[in-house]
């Protein structure tokens, strides 16, 4: 008998699968970088802020390609042509699509440096001069600063038969010298003259301040000074070209975790072989090139024409971080107001947090309030004499960690202190790898996570002993245990001492460092599937109470959406007429307000001065409002491959101060945009509204709250 709710629901979800009602996850992210491009185009931003977003859209486009870019190629170069992307294009159709994206934005981002932050610094009396600007004076002081300071460091590198073209340092700044040969016949480069390649130290400052007689600061580029004063380097010679270029190379790792007798050691191995993996771009400097040099550098790199940038502005703005940081100690006034992170409002600075947690669960709001509590609470229970266990998770922690301080201490003291330390955090496994042996040495036992998985979770646990009873505190949190970018990343901590959140925290503990069979929880819901399935759920109980009582609501904010499976029950509840607002910051492969499809799905993106990293999920539920935090994005990796955390907030008032969180970032209408039915994100019109900009608002708040207590 054939089954017609079956059937039914399968001719909904294969129409629920047509690619036009899906981003391509690339191209959405390349949306994102604009979005970030677009805030140092707007001229309510600080000037010094400008420029910092300007090499953040420069540090993302070169992560984008060393693992997005690349591992397509890798695609390409399987022959490998499927359309099994959601939006239904082949990795050709990707890399071509994503080659015609890039290189509009980095026209505007070149255009953006060159003819408007440039001169704005430039009435700033700040100057980027070049070296026919120089004074007599200057150009003394470049010469000898290059005798000096830089001579000494360079290594010219001869490109011939007996030494051939040199495997160049990812990310690393070069140039190409082009030295006149008597004889007329081409060198074996193909190029007329000779060929020696220079690495531009990065050991040294990017830029150079000149010495000025005024109240200017003026500087010049290092690559400029070297290009200039190259001759000093092949003597004998006469330089005919000097070309600038940058290679950007595939930086991800492939581990063979199952073969390997120890994880470290092969991490290791595989760290000493990213910085040379194969060219997947390559920048060259418009007035600083040569087109014979250009056609070579193809040729070694096998690098294809739409993955070469010509561009007017210096090469990798990322120098931009460290001299917006050199700038602002002369002009203050350019920057951004500083904020100081401030004292929770459910914590008072004399009041100790273990005995605060055994009174009422904490919930902080970072970095609006200060990550110091989650610090003190690792710092304090090493000390405490009570104290039996530490237990905790670190993905990414910063350089010198007091975190990391704290749980040595906590060894040194005696205490078990068990430590996951992800060595397969990307970008951070070699700082991961000494942190890991560090923490081994103090007596820690560290462990590092399961095969195949890498542990996006973050969470701790102290078990401590008062009075002959157990007592057990657990922080779980939306972000890294790491108090630099606490300062400049939206995360939520949450800590609580309830029984079945320490029982939970245990039995996770065990089953990441023993061999046990995956446990049940009482509250947490634990990936890979587990959350998967648990928001599919609480979807489709979002749809049950709809059709009962006509309120249904949704409200999820997070980094990414890139799951098929959750996109599909969303465009599903959407059908079934629930309200669904979405914070997504960056890729969002759903596309809303299709009709008949997502018409009832809003989709934006904040970005701000504070990247939005919280992840936080809201079912109404008819009134029983559900509230969830989460490590994990609803992203296919994050469901399936990685070992996350989704944890429920069960109290009404922090349930209540999350929701108005929330409804305060869909106010905004300063920093938000919208996503429209064809996948373009456009600024919200404020019309008669009044301006509401979230950041600005959680920050004033911050300082309120602090007012009110004193």
Same mark, same amino acid.
């Given at each position: 008998?054939?089954?017609?709710?079956?059937?039914?629901?399968?001719?909904?979800?294969?129409?629920?699968?047509?690619?036009?009602?899906? &981003?391509?996850?690339?191209?959405?992210?390349?949306?994102?970088? !604009?979005?970030?491009?677009?805030?140092?185009?707007?001229?309510?931003?600080?000037?010094?802020?400008?420029?910092?977003?300007?090499?953040?859209?420069?540090?993302?486009?070169?992560?984008?390609?060393?693992?997005?870019?690349?591992?397509?190629?890798?695609?390409?170069?399987?022959?490998?042509?499927?359309?099994?992307?959601?939006?239904?294009?082949?990795?050709?159709?990707?890399?071509?699509?994503?080659?015609? %994206?890039?290189?509009?934005?980095?026209?505007?981002?070149?255009?953006?440096?060159? @003819?408007?932050?440039?001169?704005?610094?430039?009435?700033?009396?700040?100057?980027?001069?070049?070296?026919?600007?120089?004074?007599?004076?200057? @150009?003394?002081?470049?010469?000898?600063?290059?005798?000096?300071?830089?001579?000494?460091?360079?290594?010219?590198?001869?490109?011939?038969?007996?030494?051939?073209?040199?495997?160049?340092?990812?990310?690393?700044?070069?140039?190409?010298?082009?030295?006149?040969?008597?004889?007329?016949?081409?060198?074996?480069?193909?190029?007329?003259?000779? *060929?020696?390649?220079?690495?531009?130290?990065?050991?040294?400052?990017?830029?150079?301040?000149?010495?000025? &007689?005024?109240?200017?600061?003026?500087?010049?580029?290092?690559?400029?000074?070297?290009?200039?004063?190259?001759?000093?380097?092949?003597?004998?010679?006469?330089?005919?070209?000097?070309?600038?270029?940058?290679?950007?190379? &595939?930086?991800?790792?492939?581990?063979?975790?199952?073969?390997?007798?120890?994880?470290?050691?092969?991490?290791?191995?595989?760290?000493?072989?990213?910085?040379?993996?194969?060219?997947?771009?390559?920048?060259?400097?418009?007035?600083?090139?040569?087109?014979?040099?250009?056609?070579?550098? %193809?040729?070694?790199?096998?690098?294809?024409?739409?993955?070469?940038?010509?561009?007017?502005?210096?090469?990798?703005?990322?120098?931009?971080?460290?001299?917006?940081?050199?700038?602002?100690?002369?002009?203050?006034?350019?920057?951004?107001?500083? +904020?100081?992170?401030?004292?929770?409002?459910?914590?008072?600075?004399?009041?100790?947090?273990?005995?605060?947690?055994?009174? !009422?669960?904490?919930?902080?709001? @970072?970095?609006?309030?200060?990550?110091?509590?989650?610090?003190?609470?690792?710092?304090?229970?090493?000390?405490?004499?009570?104290?039996?266990?530490?237990?905790?998770?670190?993905?990414?922690?910063?350089?010198?960690?007091?975190?990391?301080?704290? *749980?040595?201490?906590?060894?040194?003291?005696?205490?078990?202190?068990?430590?996951?330390?992800?060595?397969?955090?990307? +970008?951070?496994?070699?700082?991961?790898?000494?942190?890991?042996?560090?923490?081994?040495?103090?007596?820690?036992?560290?462990?590092?996570?399961?095969?195949?998985?890498?542990?996006?979770?973050?969470?701790?646990?102290?078990?401590?002993?008062?009075?002959?009873?157990?007592?057990?505190?657990?922080?779980?949190?939306?972000?890294?245990?790491?108090?630099?970018?606490?300062?400049?990343?939206?995360?939520?901590?949450?800590?609580?001492?309830?029984?079945?959140?320490?029982?939970?925290?245990?039995?996770?503990?065990?089953?990441?460092?023993?061999?046990?069979?995956?446990?049940?929880?009482?509250?947490?819901?634990?990936?890979?599937?587990?959350?998967?399935?648990?928001?599919?759920?609480?979807?489709?109980?979002?749809?049950?109470?709809?059709?009962? @009582?006509?309120?249904?609501?949704?409200?999820?904010?997070?980094?990414?959406?890139?799951?098929?499976?959750?996109?599909?029950?969303?465009?599903?509840?959407?059908?079934?007429?629930?309200?669904?607002?979405?914070?997504?910051?960056?890729?969002?492969?759903?596309?809303?307000?299709? %009709?008949?499809?997502?018409?009832?799905?809003?989709?934006?993106?904040?970005?701000?001065? +504070?990247?939005?990293?919280?992840?936080?999920?809201?079912?109404?539920?008819?009134?029983?409002?559900?509230?969830?935090?989460?490590?994990?994005?609803?992203?296919?990796?994050?469901?399936?491959?990685?070992?996350?955390?989704?944890?429920?907030?069960?109290?009404?008032?922090?349930?209540?101060?999350?929701?108005?969180?929330?409804?305060?970032?869909?106010?905004?209408?300063?920093?938000?945009?919208?996503?429209?039915?064809?996948?373009?994100?456009?600024?919200?019109?404020?019309?008669?509204?009044?301006?509401?900009?979230?950041?600005?608002?959680?920050?004033?708040?911050?300082? !309120?709250?602090?007012?009110?207590?004193?």
């Amino acid at each position: 008998m054939v089954n017609v709710e079956k059937l039914d629901r399968m001719d909904k979800e294969n129409e629920l699968t047509n690619p036009a009602y899906y &981003n391509n996850r690339e191209l959405s992210w390349l949306a994102f970088n !604009q979005r970030v491009l677009e805030e140092a185009i707007d001229k309510r931003n600080a000037l010094l802020e400008r420029l910092k977003f300007l090499a953040i859209f420069s540090s993302n486009l070169d992560e984008f390609f060393m693992v997005r870019v690349a591992g397509i190629k890798d695609q390409v170069k399987a022959s490998f042509n499927k359309r099994e992307n959601k939006a239904g294009l082949t990795p050709k159709q990707q890399l071509s699509a994503i080659a015609i %994206k890039n290189h509009e934005l980095i026209k505007v981002q070149c255009e953006t440096y060159m @003819h408007t932050l440039l001169p704005l610094l430039k009435k700033e009396q700040i100057n980027f001069i070049s070296i026919k600007e120089l004074t007599t004076h200057q @150009h003394e002081f470049l010469e000898s600063y290059f005798i000096d300071q830089v001579f000494p460091v360079l290594t010219p590198m001869a490109v011939d038969a007996y030494r051939p073209f040199p495997i160049l340092l990812n990310k690393s700044l070069n140039l190409a010298v082009v030295l006149k040969e008597d004889r007329e016949e081409q060198q074996v480069t193909g190029i007329k003259g000779r *060929l020696a390649i220079v690495q531009v130290p990065a050991v040294l400052e990017r830029y150079i301040e000149l010495p000025t &007689n005024s109240l200017e600061r003026s500087f010049v580029l290092l690559e400029e000074v070297i290009a200039h004063f190259i001759q000093q380097l092949f003597n004998g010679y006469e330089v005919a070209s000097v070309t600038q270029f940058r290679i950007t190379r &595939n930086a991800d790792m492939t581990i063979h975790e199952e073969g390997a007798r120890d994880l470290l050691k092969e991490i290791e191995k595989e760290l000493k072989k990213r910085k040379w993996g194969a060219a997947v771009r390559l920048e060259v400097k418009a007035s600083y090139y040569d087109e014979q040099v250009l056609a070579y550098l %193809k040729q070694v790199l096998d690098i294809h024409t739409k993955d070469v940038y010509v561009v007017d502005s210096p090469l990798d703005l990322t120098m931009l971080f460290s001299f917006c940081d050199k700038i602002k100690v002369t002009h203050e006034h350019l920057g951004v107001e500083m +904020f100081i992170p401030q004292p929770p409002q459910d914590l008072a600075s004399d009041e100790d947090i273990f005995e605060k947690l055994l009174e !009422q669960d904490l919930l902080f709001h @970072h970095p609006y309030e200060s990550f110091e509590p989650v610090v003190d609470f690792v710092a304090d229970a090493a000390e405490d004499s009570d104290v039996l266990a530490i237990k905790q998770t670190l993905y990414r922690v910063s350089g010198d960690s007091p975190v990391i301080k704290a *749980l040595q201490r906590a060894a040194e003291n005696g205490k078990q202190v068990t430590v996951l330390v992800e060595l397969k955090a990307r +970008f951070d496994e070699e700082k991961n790898v000494q942190w890991a042996k560090e923490l081994e040495k103090a007596g820690c036992h560290v462990i590092y996570g399961m095969t195949h998985l890498k542990t996006h979770s973050k969470i701790t646990l102290v078990v401590r002993k008062r009075h002959n009873r157990i007592e057990r505190f657990v922080h779980l949190g939306t972000g890294n245990y790491n108090d630099a970018t606490a300062k400049i990343y939206t995360d939520i901590s949450y800590l609580t001492s309830k029984r079945q959140f320490g029982i939970d925290a245990t039995n996770f503990f065990n089953y990441l460092s023993g061999y046990t069979q995956k446990p049940s929880y009482h509250h947490l819901s634990v990936a890979p599937f587990d959350i998967r399935d648990d928001f599919l759920a609480l979807i489709d109980k979002e749809i049950v109470c709809h059709q009962k @009582h006509g309120n249904g609501r949704i409200i999820a904010k997070m980094n990414s959406l890139t799951d098929k499976v959750l996109i599909m029950k969303l465009y599903e509840a959407s059908q079934a007429g629930v309200s669904i607002d979405l914070i997504v910051r960056g890729t969002c492969c759903l596309r809303p307000k299709i %009709k008949g499809v997502s018409e009832n799905i809003r989709v934006r993106s904040i970005i701000g001065r +504070f990247l939005e990293h919280s992840r936080i999920y809201t079912f109404h539920h008819n009134g029983e409002k559900k509230v969830y935090f989460s490590s994990a994005d609803m992203m296919t990796r994050n469901m399936v491959k990685r070992v996350e955390i989704l944890f429920p907030i069960l109290e009404e008032p922090l349930k209540n101060r999350t929701l108005k969180w929330l409804d305060l970032m869909l106010e905004d209408n300063i920093k938000a945009r919208e996503q429209d039915a064809n996948g373009n994100y456009y600024y919200l019109q404020q019309g008669r509204q009044e301006a509401v900009d979230s950041q600005k608002i959680f920050r004033q708040l911050a300082y !309120q709250v602090m007012e009110d207590e004193e």
